[in-house]
């Protein structure tokens, strides 16, 4: 044994060791020399203070001169490396590692360099604990991946998704404006806009020139210096939003100073996400020009205006353009009957669109027709039922069903046919699976639903219709909706329509709205009696004899009400009519006088057979009746009672015929 002299340091140690356990050492520091040597991978110790004490790639991931170098001073800390909060990140990791001994298996982390801190980039972290001598945690080892363009793919992917998820199915121009910058801010960009061509908001065609079509911005977030370069912006970026070789409008895109700039890879994602949200503003473009030419026609098939009657002051309500198409099918109708009665009609055909815009007026159409016929209301929605299952269904003419409000069926609507009498005062109403009808009465105030007793929808054949009769109260306001309701969670009466009509009954309908009981397409009612000294009626038996006393009758009750000078032509009229129902039908004969807007004069007969016009010959000792009652009257026509039919005319007040 040599004695070694300690007056001097040590300048090295000679260790004497097992063959095997060299061996061991050599090729423990050959796999060292492997692992710092490589390129593919980065590797780092850090000691206890978590500075780092040797690496095999630098900031730049390239591989150092010397890969067994150590760091001077006992090491480095990463925020040399990195920026200061991805550095406090990793070693906050790190340090979870060293105190529990838990391993960190391919954690994906942002590591920006410090001399570069906006250029994004980003690592895969795994990392295994040190363990000294005596069994103390004396730092960790760390492997890192450069996967910058992986997690940015991954990200534009997830991104491109979330947009196509929430904008797809989406079928208005602005709602898929807003859902696109929720997307894009800030996940993508720090401010976004949208900027649509205003021929895309009316359902137009834009064209193919961005330059010089107008614009309309419909979303935008983020400040608006961040959308222009060297306007307190670091980047901006401008996407056209083109679809099907037409530009729609642009996308506007911008990052505030302390993020990345803008690259091929952030512009390949913008443009991707963009051509995406393209599509679906296209499909929304094409819906709502669908929708336009629906509301179009079916404004054109309701009135305008409400027609000025005696039983009634109306009030009418329809939405500017129904939201979603859902109520493009729906209608409301006032139809003037014989007599001073007048039917309230209101429906929903089944579908969206111009479809059902154009099956609404072919219902409405028929209802109308029917109308004329004076029919009860159950036996006119037996004809319109029978119409409906003639029509081919909506499938056919490639527009998609619809889900129908009270269970209408697939091929059909649903309608509320009511008949109100001002002589009487009473309504008779009958539905075909259509119960959206209120009533308010003076004496009660509230709204409350009308008594009906439902059939089934337009199209089903399935049951008989019935008719509900009940009296109604002067200044009762009947209220029939046939849209989609609006209650107060969505805005009440906020949304764009517009009420004509009668001032105090739109005054109803407004409440109604306001408490989400009525729908876009509604209409009012404030019916009316006429006063009993308007009307005057009478029975006969089945005498000829009693012809004269229905003349004098008549004679003397115009010249009560002033109207003498309709006198002559009355008596003739009436003297024919009395005369056929005596001759033809037996008695008893009812004859009735209203003065109204007009004069009407009825004459009704147990029989149901209706009467027919006809030329009569020169050597025919009868038939001129009816022609002559043609000539001197502006209306006639006949309807069918319980006990028999009534034949009623028409007259203007001033005593001329058309």
């Not at 009657?309 to 129904?322: F, G, K, R, T």
């Not at 309504?427 to 259509?434: D, E, I, L, Q, V």
């Not at 029975?539 to 003349?551: G, H, K, N, W």
């Not at 209706?610 to 026509?637: K, N």
Request: negative net charge; charged residues 25%; proline residues 6%.
């Amino acid at each position: 044994m040599v004695a070694l002299d300690r007056s001097e340091p040590a300048r090295a140690v000679l260790q004497l060791v097992p063959e095997k356990k060299a061996q061991h050492l050599e090729q423990d520091e050959a796999l060292l020399q492997a692992l710092f040597s490589q390129a593919k991978f980065g590797l780092a110790v850090h000691d206890r203070d978590l500075n780092v004490t040797r690496v095999s790639l630098d900031a730049e991931f390239r591989a150092p001169r010397d890969a067994s170098m150590v760091e001077p001073s006992g090491g480095r800390p990463l925020t040399e490396t990195l920026v200061a909060e991805d550095a406090a990140a990793i070693e906050g990791l790190l340090r979870g590692v060293m105190e529990t001994g838990e391993t960190l298996v391919e954690l994906t982390r942002r590591a920006r360099r410090s001399d570069q801190p906006l250029t994004d980039r980003f690592v895969s972290l795994s990392a295994i604990p040190l363990t000294g001598a005596e069994g103390r945690p004396c730092g960790v080892v760390a492997t890192f991946t450069d996967i910058t363009a992986e997690h940015r793919e991954k990200e534009g992917r997830l991104l491109a998704g979330e947009a196509a998820r929430r904008i797809g199915a989406d079928l208005d121009p602005v709602r898929c404006s807003r859902e696109l910058v929720d997307v894009l801010v800030p996940a993508f960009a720090d401010a976004a806009a949208v900027d649509l061509a205003e021929a895309v908001l009316l359902g137009e065609e834009p064209g193919e020139s961005p330059a010089s079509m107008p614009t309309r911005r419909t979303a935008g977030r983020g400040s608006d210096q961040q959308l222009a370069t060297g306007d307190g912006g670091r980047a901006a970026m401008q996407v056209e939003l083109r679809a099907r070789g037409q530009v729609l409008g642009r996308l506007l895109l911008g990052r505030s100073p302390d993020r990345w700039e803008f690259d091929a890879f952030d512009e390949g994602t913008a443009e991707e996400i963009a051509s995406r949200t393209a599509l679906s503003i296209d499909n929304a473009r094409r819906f709502v020009r669908e929708q336009r030419s629906a509301e179009l026609l079916r404004r054109s098939l309701l009135p305008s205006e409400p027609e000025e009657i005696s039983a009634a002051d109306i009030a009418l309500l329809q939405a500017e353009v129904a939201t979603g198409g859902a109520d493009s099918g729906a209608w409301v109708d006032v139809v003037p009957l014989s007599s001073a009665r007048v039917a309230f009609v209101a429906g929903r055909a089944t579908g969206r669109g111009i479809g059902a815009a154009a099956a609404a007026g072919r219902l409405r159409t028929a209802i109308r027709t029917l109308s004329d016929l004076d029919l009860a209301p159950e036996e006119l929605l037996t004809h319109v039922d029978e119409l409906v299952r003639r029509l081919p269904p909506a499938q056919e003419s490639g527009e998609a069903p619809d889900a129908m409000p009270d269970g209408a069926g697939e091929l059909g609507a649903t309608c509320l046919y009511a008949v109100y009498d001002p002589v009487t005062g009473r309504c008779a109403t009958a539905t075909a699976g259509h119960d959206a009808a209120l009533l308010t009465a003076p004496s009660v105030g509230e709204l409350v639903p009308i008594a009906l007793k439902p059939g089934p929808p337009l199209g089903r054949g399935s049951m008989p219709f019935e008719t509900v009769e009940s009296p109604l109260e002067p200044g009762s306001v009947v209220v029939l909706s046939a849209g989609d309701p609006v209650g107060p969670e969505d805005g009440g009466f906020s949304f764009p329509g517009r009420i004509t009509g009668d001032p105090g009954t739109a005054d109803v309908l407004r409440r109604v709205l306001d408490s989400g009981r009525a729908g876009g397409v509604a209409l009012a009612a404030r019916v009316r009696m006429l006063s009993p000294e308007t009307t005057a009626d009478w029975q006969f038996p089945a005498d000829p004899s009693v012809v004269a006393q229905a003349r004098k009758a008549v004679a003397d009750t115009l010249l009560d009400w002033g109207l003498q000078d309709l006198a002559f032509v009355t008596e003739l009229v009436v003297s024919e009519l009395v005369t056929n129902a005596i001759r033809y039908a037996g008695g008893p004969v009812g004859l009735r006088l209203i003065r109204d807007r007009s004069l009407i004069c009825e004459v009704s007969d147990p029989s149901q057979t209706q009467p027919h016009l006809r030329h009569a010959r020169l050597t025919d000792e009868g038939g001129r009746g009816l022609f002559l009652v043609h000539q001197l009257t502006e209306q006639w026509g006949s309807r069918y009672t319980a006990s028999g039919k009534t034949i009623w005319t028409v007259q203007s007040l001033d005593g001329s015929t058309s």
